[in-house]
């Protein structure tokens, strides 16, 4: 088994974020400091991750969080921020999230210990949409709305097409529906700032056909079977 995905299989992060792990000192083999994402790991093998032995894990965990806001989207931080490791306690499994929130965007985020799983929903060629409610200044114009839905520059950067409803216009806000298919960093607050209307308030709706819906805000839920299976079969 390849060392990233071993260290996926562990539940210690995705196969991208061991990759990162590996090439900053942080894996051990065998009492050796290893920087080379793709070795092989036999089964005699001994593995460290930040100094603590790793095994794959058998059981698999599949969870469904309602991040609140200033919540930081990490297992741990530095800083003594409250993350979404402080809202799974009684799991005893080791889960990480699948992909990112901002600290102060509320919603769905998908949390576990598959690797293989999250490696393939964050990569952008399975193109999940992402479907957020946003709060944002200003008025949401046909030719904003044009702009957003065909793509706009964020910095170096021109979006795909996104999908974009206006659920109410006032005089100096909008709330609108908007589902994207990319994951660049802060993508939505990125985009509706391209076009002059800056977000106030960010909430996930949904990934793909998994929706919140009543879920309370700082509560989880397991995925059921029937959502496991959408997941794995995207």
Known sequence: MRL?????AAGMAS??????????????????????????IGPDDVVEV????????EKKVYLM?????????????????LTVADLVTDVPERIFPVGRL?????????????GELANRLAHPSHHVGKTYRAKVSGVLSDAKLRRLR????????????AQVRVVRQTER?????????EGKNRQVRRMFRAVGCPVQ???????GELYLSRLAEGSYRKLTRREIAYLKNL
């Open 4 to 8: 990233n995905k071993y260290i996926a």
């Open 150 to 161: 065909q793509g706009v520059d964020i910095g170096g950067f021109i979006t795909g097409k």
């Open 201 to 207: 308030k960010l909430h996930r709706m949904a990934i």
């Open 65 to 81: 969080l309602h991040k609140p806001p200033g919540v930081l989207t990490a297992m741990t931080d530095d800083r003594g921020r």
């Open 173 to 181: 806000s909008a709330i609108a529906d908007i589902t994207i298919y």
């Open 15 to 40: 196969r991208r974020k061991a990759d990162e792990l590996t090439i900053n000192g942080n894996v051990k083999i065998n009492g050796e400091v290893v920087r080379t994402p793709g070795v092989d």
């Open 50 to 57: 930040n100094g603590r032995r790793i095994e794959p894990e």
């Open 102 to 114: 901002d600290y102060n965007t509320t919603g769905l985020l998908l949390m576990t210990n598959d």
